[in-house]
């Protein structure tokens, strides 16, 4: 379980989070649904450890994760111009974060993973030779490798097609799920969110106004904003 509990911070005395407060059972998916500037990135980096919040704290399964530096919280992240290395081959990309395993294991481990985001045999392509689907999915793969304990999404979608968005995001939904990870995944897009998350929390000017499944944040919204 990932407990975020009394989250707040400022950049340059602007309040920008405000006691933030939010549970997420293993293996579910929560969306941050938002619009632009209410919040949603620099939560999702006060997780990732590579911001510091002013208040309030992270645990994951009952311990604090903010005395770990980033690379030590075994998060994975993944943004939305998914940040491919171009001149790298599909492979290389995926083995990036894999570099203190042994050659034999990274390339079993580059494999499997591929299998799982159906990349089977792409290993050896150019990364600037595949279509906006298979980048983000090359993407997804290089974030799935190490195992992390948690994956966040940061606007995964967003520089794809608006008619894409939704066919993906279902289908990064099932791919999470198949691995059985815990995810966090931050859209501005409601019909995003709605395909891809089990619970959704409501951002509004570095607040949650509301967290529930879709279902009944779409029957009983708590407020106007919502
Ligand atoms: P979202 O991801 O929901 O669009 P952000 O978390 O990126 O929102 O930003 C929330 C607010 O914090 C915005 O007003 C943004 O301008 C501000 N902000 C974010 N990062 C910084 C920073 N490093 N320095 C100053 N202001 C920032
Ligand atoms: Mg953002």
Redesign the pocket.
């Known amino acids: 379980m990932l407990q975020i509990s009394g989250i707040s911070?400022s950049?340059?005395a602007?309040l920008?989070?405000r006691d933030i407060d939010l549970t997420i059972n293993d293996g579910d998916i929560v969306c941050?649904l938002?619009?632009?500037?209410?919040?949603?990135?620099?939560?999702?980096?006060i997780i990732a450890g590579l911001?510091q919040p002013a208040t309030g704290d992270v645990h994951l399964q009952g311990r604090s994760v903010l005395g770990l530096p980033a690379h030590r919280r075994d998060f994975g992240l993944m943004f939305q111009d998914f940040a491919l290395f171009p001149h790298m081959t599909v492979a290389e990309n995926v083995a990036f974060g894999l570099k203190m395993h042994e050659a034999a294991n990274i390339q079993e481990r580059v494999r499997e993973v591929l299998y799982l985001v159906s990349l089977q045999g792409f290993e050896g392509r150019d990364v600037s030779q595949l279509s906006g689907g298979e980048r983000q999915r090359v993407a997804l793969a290089r974030s799935l490798a190490p195992s992390p304990r948690l994956l966040m999404l940061?606007?995964p979608l967003g520089s794809l097609d608006v008619n894409l968005r939704e066919r993906l995001a279902t289908e990064l939904r099932t791919i999470i799920k198949a691995v059985g990870l815990t995810g966090i995944y931050?859209t501005?897009d409601q019909s995003e969110a709605f395909a891809i998350a089990d619970q959704v929390a409501v951002?509004n000017a570095?607040q949650i106004e509301q967290v529930e499944t879709p279902q009944s944040l779409f029957l009983q919204p708590k407020s106007r904003f919502v």
Request: charged content about 25%; overall charge negative; some cysteine.
């Open positions: 911070k950049f340059e602007v920008v989070l941050l938002g619009p632009s500037g209410c919040g949603k990135t620099t939560l999702l980096r911001e940061d606007e931050v501005h951002m570095g």
